[in-house]
């Protein structure tokens, strides 16, 4: 292999495991992407569950939930 080519093999090596690195990377980023919006939508569950017993309380106080 004349130096051309080794420069050109190594210059492939190099290609390939920068688009591999890149592919883990995102791969990553789309699992906590995916992990905050789960969280999030956690979040919201409860606090509406939250806000529905507020209300429900203050309902009871004034007798209005009967």
Do not use: I, P, W
Not at 3 to 22: D, F, L, P
Request: charge should be neutral.
């Amino acid at each position: 292999m004349n130096s051309s080519q080794n420069a050109s093999y190594h210059a492939g090596e190099v290609k390939g495991q920068t688009q591999e690195k890149a592919s883990q990377l995102m791969d990553k980023a789309r699992d906590t992407v995916q992990s905050a919006q789960e969280s999030m939508q956690e979040t919201g569950q409860q606090m509406k569950a939250k806000a529905q017993g507020a209300a429900d309380a203050v309902k009871d106080t004034f007798g209005a939930n009967k």
